[in-house]
């Protein structure tokens, strides 16, 4: 008899406040290992908030959470690019293999940065990146460490077209292999990857 893994995330009674403002209340859900959980919602119900929360950014103020995946073995990716501006694409990316004891990271590094589009641009900073390369060079960041857990809040935002299609085509690749907590406004785009769906109203 095959043994059955423990959910990934498991959240009970989950609440966050910020001093008087409460932003998560009472929050029940669970990811199994391999799960796809789409987070919907309107701009200021709280996504973020839950996100950050089992990325290890943020801490609970009430209820219980457990992220089974070791914080190593998490990839992260918010609306802000979370990339140094004044380092290059490559050395944003060798700073973070290096901090994450990336095997190959050189090669690894290459590979991301010409499946994302930004080889050409390797050697220019990252502040004079566009909204949508700077978001692409935050999906190499956060996919550098071949994660078992993916955090990714609003990933398409600031990608045009090409990039948006890119980005799909990077998490069908890797659904089979990993577990993914996906905040959008576009639920209908990642539906066919989903396995279960959490709304905020």
């Known amino acids: 008899m095959t043994a059955v893994e423990p959910p990934v995330i498991r959240a009970r009674g989950l609440g966050k406040r910020y001093g008087d403002k409460r932003v998560l209340a009472a ?34 103020t009430s209820g219980e959470l457990e992220v089974t995946a070791p914080r190593e073995t998490i990839g992260f990716a918010g609306h802000e690019p979370l990339v140094y501006r004044e380092l ?26 010409e499946r994302f589009g930004l080889w050409e641009a390797r050697n220019e900073r990252a502040g004079s990146f566009s909204r949508g390369m700077q978001q692409r060079l935050s999906l190499c960041r956060a996919l550098l460490h071949e994660p078992a857990l993916l955090v990714l809040d609003e990933p398409y935002s600031g990608l045009d077209d090409a990039g ?19 905040a959008t406004h576009d639920p209908a785009r990642l539906m066919p990857l989903a396995s279960s769906r959490l709304g905020f109203a």
Do not use: H, Q, W
Request: with cysteine; glycine share 10%; aromatic share 6%.
């Open 27 to 60: 929050l029940d859900f669970e990811i199994e290992s391999k799960g796809f959980m789409l987070v919907t919602g309107p701009n200021g119900s709280g996504k973020t908030t839950l996100l950050r929360l089992c990325a290890g950014l943020a801490i609970p």
């Open 88 to 113: 290059t694409a490559i050395e944003n990316l060798d700073l973070y293999g290096r901090l994450y004891r990336v095997p190959e990271r050189r090669e690894r590094i290459g590979m991301l940065l």
């Open 164 to 182: 948006a299609e890119l980005l799909d085509r990077e998490l069908a690749e890797l659904r089979p292999g990993a577990t993914f907590l996906v």
